[in-house]
């Protein structure tokens, strides 16, 4: 399962699920150098998926710089 993570919340990273649920976890299981906006793989292990972050992040840079021309 993926998900994003929208914020971080105290004690917790706010992450959207792929089927738009939102969700607490605790920072703890959270690698230390994710940051709000990165891809997240939820498995045994919580990684940031750099790929699918950078793809996103692109995107949306996209269609920020279509928007203003």
Known sequence: MTGII????????VVELEN????????S???KEAEEGDVINIEDIIT???AETEKRRNN???LMEDLWK
Request: aromatic share 12%.
């Open 60 to 62: 949306i840079e996209n």
């Open 29 to 31: 299981k959270i690698p």
């Open 20 to 27: 738009m649920k939102m969700i607490n976890i605790e920072k």
């Open 6 to 13: 929208d914020r971080f919340e105290e004690e917790f990273a």
């Open 48 to 50: 940031v998926n750099y």
